[in-house]
């Protein structure tokens, strides 16, 4: 069991990084509007890509702990829909928001049900709940509203990449947290047993 939560909590950085990156996107998203919607298809694709990259890397990572599969799945999916992004940029809006929707979906899922698989190793898994909530619920509003603009895209996706970029962060925080539990726990069996001896 230990070993295992080891293994989850020194991959903490690939949750920060992903949240680094989402946040980049906002600020892109929030910052020029337009050159974002020039360039949208390929920005997303490759915001997909790296995120499925990280993702599929913190999944090899924790092999054996609970349904870590859940995260490789992620990264695979996150990285297919974003090989094709890039391969088909000349897709229309309509087309780009039902990717983005599907994407949303499949994520959302598969962060929610990696947040219960390994709540055993990770306390308060609310941030991952929330992710994938978040994600879901994006996934929603663009099914619902598939005749979105593509400035209003933009600033959909502009906030939802605030709020997963947020809750990754705070996720990563907490994971490596009890990374540091886990060293002070096993120093203090350490000294306990010499103290014994």
Partial sequence: MIDV???LTSSWWTFILRGIVALALAAFAFS????FAGVLVYVVGAFFLVSGVVALFAGISLTGA???WLLILTGVAQGFLGIVMLAEPGAGPLALAYLVAIWAFSTGLLEIASAIALR????????????????VAFGVY??????LGIL????????????AGVALI???????NAGREIENRR???TQAGAAHR
């Fill in 5 to 7: 939560a080891e293994r």
């Fill in 32 to 35: 020029a509007p337009l050159t």
């Fill in 66 to 68: 609970g349904h870590w």
């Fill in 120 to 135: 055993n190793f990770v306390k308060d898994e609310f941030w991952w709940l929330l992710l994938g909530a978040v994600t």
């Fill in 142 to 147: 663009i099914v619902v509203r598939p005749d």
């Fill in 152 to 163: 209003a895209l933009v600033y959909g996706i502009g906030i939802y990449a605030v709020l």
């Fill in 170 to 176: 705070a996720l990563g925080v907490r994971v490596r």
């Fill in 187 to 189: 120093a203090t069996t």
